[in-house]
């Protein structure tokens, strides 16, 4: 598994952005995709996550109902969409992925280079 995440950046307050993780190697639809995040002086920590069918979806509290998490397996890419983004979203992002023949796991083993999204208050 190789994972590659990308499309962080600047903007301000109540802004939108779009992260995107591709991987390369094992098949793609076989992964469990995730979404983690670390603030500068704080533990990483899990945002969303996606089973392999993109059924279903787990959120952290403070992000639900302003990021979706979703996936294309034709692409081999998983996506987070961030709305209404506020100065506590400041984080490097993470992509990760994990084997999981049903649900979201709770450990992860695969992870890829960070993206820097930083929101300005």
């Known amino acids: 598994v190789q994972l590659q995440a990308f499309g962080g950046g600047l903007l301000q307050a109540g802004g939108s952005l779009r992260l995107s993780c591709s991987n390369s190697g094992r098949t793609f639809s076989s992964l469990a995709m995730g979404w983690f995040r670390q603030a500068p002086g704080k533990d990483r920590e899990f945002v969303a996550g996606?089973?392999?069918?993109?059924?279903?979806?787990s959120y952290k509290d403070s992000v639900k109902g302003r990021f979706t998490i979703s996936r294309d397996n034709a692409q081999n890419t998983v996506y987070l969409q961030m709305n209404n983004l506020n100065a506590e979203d400041t984080a490097v992002y993470y992509c990760?992925?994990?084997?999981?023949?049903?649900?979201?796991?709770?450990?992860?083993?695969?992870w890829g280079q960070g993206t820097l999204v930083t929101v300005s208050s």
């Open positions: 996606i089973d392999w069918s993109g059924h279903s979806t």
């Open positions: 990760a992925a994990e084997v999981m023949g049903r649900g979201i796991p709770a450990m992860w083993g695969n």
